[in-house]
Each structure stands twice: as structure tokens, then as C-alpha cells.
């Protein structure tokens, strides 16, 4: 398997862009495909993931290589300092141009492991939409921003909003060959040298995204055609 590609690296931070269909940490079973971790650990050294992202989500993840990195990575997160922002195709149009979804979330104990909007016992849940571009009545681009950090918590939230993502076929998605759901944004502050990093990654060259090459890149400053820009760090 190819090793996902390296966008960031120094002595306490990596940031690669993680390729659909890989593992973010440790698989349940030995049927699963190696992980970043595991995949990374010969170059690298050890390695933790600060966040995840699902398996079948690609773009860019954090990975810490010290605990003192881990730690204070991890408290930014928690205090959301740290910046994220997805991309996904949708199936349909939106009901208008931005919106946030606010709605609780917990597993689905008849289907694992999908979740379900549960208003009783389901933890809060927040995703801030903006629509991008559409591709027709039938697809559209999507800038997600995830307040909070569930577990499937895009893909739910916007299958609940009637515009499942493309190629989900756990909450209702079709047409793309796989999950059109990509990690397109981070920011955080290095934890040892207080600097700003903020990192973009186009989505995979892929069905699913080519009518919307040209809108993402756009939209991330990029030219067309380029998948990852190296860090900006502001003094």
C-alpha cells in the first residue's frame, strides 16, 4: 500500500493527506488495511493521531510525535483552536446558501456502527454548511465545518438535511464509487514554536470531485490540478 503523503513534517508534527480506504489509527481486526500510524512507523518513528478521520474520508490529519505535542495539540482541540474544514459533494441542492445543523447524536445499537440523531441520550452535535458550487438539480459542493467532533457526525447530519454525500452508502448516498467527503483545511498553532501552520489539500482526482475541480480549487487558493500547499506560519 502507498504511504500517505507527507504535507507537513518536524521533530513534534506531522500533517499527511490520507488517502480514502486507509485506516486513521489501529484497525479492530487483522483484516483491515495497515494504518497511518502503522504505515509511517519506519520513517518516522512513533506516531499519534491527534484527531481521526473515517476510513473512507481522505484529506489532511494530524499526527503528533512527541506527548508534549500530543497533549497540547490535543487541549487546542478541545478548546477548538483548531481550525477544520471539509469538503463534500452532496446529493441534491441545499434549502440555501449557509446553514449550521444542531442535532444530537449516539450509535445506532440495531446497525453498527452508523449513528442516529438521538435527541434523549445522543451528545450535542454542530456542523456549519456553506454551499460551494452545483454541479445541476443533482450534485452540489459543500464547505463543512465541524464544531464538534462526533463520530460520523457530517455524514449523518447532512443524510438528516435529505443531501446524503455522495457515494455513502451507510446514510443513503449513491452515484460515487466512494465517500466524497474530504479533509480540505487545517490550522493550529505548533506547540513548540507557537507559530500559526494552516495547510490545504485538494480532494482526490476522482469521478466524484471532477466537476468541481475548478470550484474547490477556487475556493482554496489554489491552481487547478495542485493537491497540497506546504505551510503558511505567521509570525
Do not use: N
Amino acid at each position: 500500500m502507498d504511504l500517505p503523503a507527507l504535507v507537513f513534517v518536524d521533530d513534534h508534527v506531522v500533517v499527511v493527506d490520507k488517502p480514502a480506504g486507509m485506516p486513521s489509527v489501529p484497525a479492530r481486526t487483522k483484516l483491515d488495511p495497515p494504518c497511518v500510524v502503522e504505515l509511517l512507523r519506519a520513517e518516522l518513528g512513533a506516531l499519534e493521531a491527534v484527531h481521526r478521520l473515517d476510513r473512507d474520508t481522505s484529506g489532511l490529519l494530524i499526527l503528533a510525535r512527541t506527548p508534549h505535542a500530543r497533549a497540547a495539540l490535543g487541549r487546542a482541540l478541545e478548546a477548538r483552536r483548531v481550525t477544520k474544514e471539509y469538503l463534500a459533494v452532496v446529493e441534491g441542492a441545499p434549502p440555501a446558501e449557509r446553514g449550521t445543523i444542531h442535532l444530537p447524536l449516539a450509535p445506532d445499537p440495531t446497525a453498527p456502527p452508523r449513528q442516529r440523531v438521538d435527541p434523549i441520550i445522543g451528545r450535542r452535535a454542530e456542523t456549519g454548511w456553506r454551499r460551494l458550487a452545483a454541479d445541476g438539480p443533482h450534485l452540489s459542493l459543500l464547505a463543512l465545518e465541524p464544531v464538534t467532533g462526533r463520530s460520523h457526525q457530517l455524514r449523518v447530519h447532512l443524510a438528516w438535511l435529505g443531501m446524503p454525500i455522495a457515494g455513502d452508502r451507510l446514510y443513503g448516498g449513491r452515484g460515487a464509487a466512494g465517500l466524497a467527503l474530504h479533509s480540505a483545511r487545517v490550522g493550529f498553532t505548533h506547540p513548540e514554536s507557537g507559530l500559526r501552520v494552516d495547510l490545504v489539500a485538494t480532494p482526490p482526482v476522482t469521478d466524484a470531485w471532477a466537476a468541481f475541480a475548478a470550484a474547490t480549487a477556487a475556493h482554496l487558493g489554489l491552481a487547478v490540478g495542485s493537491s497540497a500547499e506546504r505551510p503558511t506560519c505567521d509570525q
